[in-house]
């Protein structure tokens, strides 16, 4: 007996597209000899061992493949390529309310859609009141259906689809609806499923619901897999991959820094310039581009400047994260250091590096002795890759820690009385 | 336990799901299994089959009695049109079979509105469900089935109707041997149900499917004996008779003609080819329909089955 939930090989899903029916009626007709669709793979090469108890969050751009996942390993559509296995009964939760019958009552459609799911009659009844008081939809459980606001149709079709009890749980983003006292309830809903050790594999556009429901994350791309690892990770090279604009970034440090006056104009090998930029861990010849929140590293900056008299210089670093915003950016000028002589390594030391996940790019800019004008821009050989190992969220690790006191409620403030706030 | 065996079935448990084409091993099994699906499933066969109908008189006035009242009607129009209107070749009978043709063509039309209603709708029933086929996991062999079901609950009302003007007004004397209504109504059942599964498949991959079983149906149901009489209309007929034969359609009509009329005796002096409506023939009948139905079963449902792994990426 193999203690996996959730087995899948090298699975995939090809869908067919024909540009008209007619092109069909032609391959029957030639009995396939002749081709008239084009195949488009939504899926490929997706392998899976998920244990018992195990959650798995799907995350990827729209159209990279998540939802086909789910409704390939929710029987809905058969796979083109590889197969899957399912242990114990798999329930999916792809859309709330298919099935809804809007000219009936809630009561009626819970046992419709229940009969659906593959329920009897019986337990229905049985589970009814539950899914109705779980609903909260009152006297309005005896109103057809038409009648409901669009989220009392959500509670009832998740009350109906949350009490199935599945040993599989499959979601397509459903959270994303509703009010946010239904998410609440829903998002209780999918942990209780935890912690009785059912296995979930969800889908989420939100980053942060993966890493707080799931174990494991499974990055998608155009159908294949990118990455399936531990959540926190998926999820943080996610993240990184997603801040990507190298270019940009090049052309706002450009931008934010104007040219010294006149640089074509000199002779280049007078010029000052930044021979090698890397990243180091502190103290150590071991240069390293991917580390963690709180590892201490230092970045070291070779350079030159042939005639340090007439042209003093300054250098600023800064760390910039790919959607634009500047994390930091330290110069030496801003401490008042003074860079002389031909040539030297400056090294700006970070102990403890409080960045929170996500790639960073690492400019160093050189300057002109007031730190106005640029002599050149130099960007890194590769960008900083920090890996945040926790669930906090944000740019920052901030000093700050949680601690529980036993204090005594201060007394209320007075209220403002209604006159002096109005003379105010 | 290591379970090996694959499966194309929904709701796998341990058994691997493949892209591998459906078997026709599998196909077999699915043929003989289906009365044992339906009872496996016959909480939603039921609560479909009574959304299905009661759908259809949500929020009327008449409610229920619309089914009744439908028949009715319809029977007084038939009534009325072919005893008062149409005096064509009836206008040679004797005056007592002259007054029956109404009653003759109703006990047609009944049963073959069911059919045609069944393919009207059922063919378009996965595609119109396709927001269920993609996604909910469920046999969706039981949406033609609930059409059917639906159609033939409608057919017996009609029938019921029938037989209690039959019985308690001077409409018509007598009705036949009644017990062959629930043998008829399985074996056209299963005739229809055989067809909705065809065409409703290809109908997914058809979308001009639809447009030619109507126009099939309405050819169809001229060349089949529903307004008129291939015994009636006399010797003019007898070369095409084994077409007439070979209409599957034909036997079912005929059937439910002796079965609600019982024998209609043919007055001496009137020439005809065979006697219109006799009981003696219902096993005949029944047993040529029976034929066809399990043909068109067998037909209609192996295409389903081979076909509706791919349903859910169509509709």
Known sequence: ?424 | MSTETESTLAEPSGAWVSARPTRMVEVLQRLVGLPFLVREHWDLVRTSLRRDLSARFQGTILGWAWPIVQPLVMFAIYFFIFTELLQQKIRDLPENLKALMGVYMFCAMVPWSALAESLGRGTTVIVDNGNLIKKLVFPSELLPLNTVLASLTMMLFGVGGFVLAALFTPVWPRPGPLYWIPVLVVVQGLFVYGMVLFFSTLQVFLRDTIQLVGMATTVWMFLTPVFWSPELLGKDLEPYLPMIHANPAYHMVSAWRATLMGDVVVPSGVEVLHPAVVVADIPWHIGVLALWALGTYALGYAFFVFSQRRFADEV
Not at chain 1, 17 to 28: D, H, M, T
Not at chain 1, 158 to 170: E, K, Q, Y
Not at chain 1, 269 to 278: G, H, T
């Open chain 1, 1 to 424: 007996m193999t203690s996996y939930a959730v087995e899948a090989e090298k699975l995939g899903k090809a869908y067919r597209s024909y540009g008209r029916p007619l092109r069909r009626v032609g391959e029957w007709l030639t009995l396939g000899r002749y081709k008239g669709h084009h195949e488009f793979w939504a899926l490929r090469g997706i392998d899976l061992a998920l244990p018992r108890g195990s959650s798995l969050g799907l995350c990827g751009a729209n159209g990279a493949g998540k939802s086909t996942l789910l409704k390939v390993l929710s029987g809905t559509t058969a796979p083109t390529e590889g197969r899957y296995r399912i242990q114990g009964r798999a329930a999916s939760l792809l859309e709330l309310g298919a099935g809804f019958h809007m000219d009936f009552t809630g009561r009626a459609n819970i046992v419709m859609n229940g009969v659906m799911m593959g329920f009897s009659r019986r337990e229905l009844e049985k589970k009814s009141p539950e899914i109705i008081e779980f609903a909260e939809l009152g006297s309005y459980i005896d109103e057809p259906v038409r009648t409901y606001s669009s989220g009392m149709g959500l509670r009832l079709a998740f009350a109906i689809a949350a009490s199935v009890d599945p040993d599989v749980l499959i979601i397509d983003e459903v959270f994303a609806v509703g009010d946010m006292y239904f998410q609440k309830k829903c998002v209780d809903r999918i942990y209780d499923f935890k912690k009785r050790n059912r296995t979930i594999i969800f889908c989420s556009h939100s980053l942060y619901e993966i890493r707080q429901f799931c174990d494991l994350a499974l990055w998608l791309e155009r159908g294949e897999p990118r990455a399936l690892a531990d959540s926190i990770f998926v999820t943080n090279e996610y993240a990184a991959f997603q801040r990507q604009h190298i270019g940009a970034i090049e052309e706002a440090v450009r931008a934010a820094h104007p040219p010294v006056p006149g640089l074509d104009q000199k002779r280049p090998e007078d010029m000052p310039s930044i021979v090698d930029a890397r990243i180091y861990r502190l103290g150590t010849d071991e240069e390293c581009y991917q580390v963690a929140t709180g590892d201490s590293i230092e970045i070291r900056v070779w350079w030159k400047n042939p005639r340090p008299s007439e042209t003093p210089i300054q250098i600023g670093i800064a760390f910039m994260r790919g959607d634009m915003t500047t994390c930091g950016g330290h110069a030496t000028h801003f401490q008042g250091l003074e860079l002389a002589g031909p040539a030297g390594c400056l090294v700006l030391r970070a102990p403890n590096l409080r960045l929170l996940a996500g790639q960073f790019l690492v400019p160093v800019v050189l300057f002109d002795g007031e730190g106005v004008h640029r002599y050149q821009d130099y960007l890194m050989p590769q960008n900083l890759v920090v890996r945040a190992y926790t669930k906090e969220v944000g740019l920052f690790r901030l000093d700050l820690a949680f601690e529980e006191r036993e204090l005594a409620l201060p007394a209320p403030a007075k209220p403002v009385s209604a006159a002096s706030s109005t003379r105010a």
